[in-house]
């Protein structure tokens, strides 16, 4: 079992800089692969980024290469999801996501074994 806990949201201005956290406790998260997600009102939950814990590669959504870094963090088992030079269209619950499978990747939410419970970014213009 594995908890996962986000925080950082909040209501921003466009152009401004957000930087969300990703808790995980309750199992080592060394060999899994772990996502950012996002959803929008009325919208399906959409793949944002990525990580494989083991080397840090990652992996972006296409809508989110160029302003949003994902990365651990300094906390051991954090992770984070830097966005930049946000935009009213970024407006969405976040939530991190952990895949319990040794082969990576995973862009689907059913990809995905855990998730938190959600962090609301408000970007307003």
């Known amino acids: 079992q594995v908890q996962l806990v986000e925080s950082g949201g909040g209501l921003v201005q466009a152009g401004d800089s957000l930087r969300l956290s990703c808790a995980a406790s309750?199992?080592?998260?060394?060999?899994?692969?772990m996502g950012w997600f996002r959803q929008a009102p009325g919208k399906k939950r959409e793949f944002v980024a990525r990580?494989?814990?083991?080397?840090?590669?990652?992996d972006y959504a296409h809508t989110a290469k160029g302003r949003f870094t994902i990365s651990k963090g300094n906390a051991k088992n954090t992770m984070c999801l830097q966005i930049d030079s946000l935009k009213p269209e970024d407006t969405a619950v976040y939530y991190c996501?952990?895949?319990?499978?040794?082969?990576?990747?995973?862009?689907?939410?059913?990809?995905?074994?855990?998730w938190g419970q959600g962090t609301q970014v408000t970007v307003s213009s």
């Open positions: 309750g199992r080592t998260v060394n060999e899994y692969t």
């Open positions: 996501a952990i895949r319990t499978s040794l082969h990576y990747g995973g862009s689907e939410p059913g990809d995905f074994n855990y």
């Open positions: 990580i494989r814990w083991s080397d840090s590669r990652s």
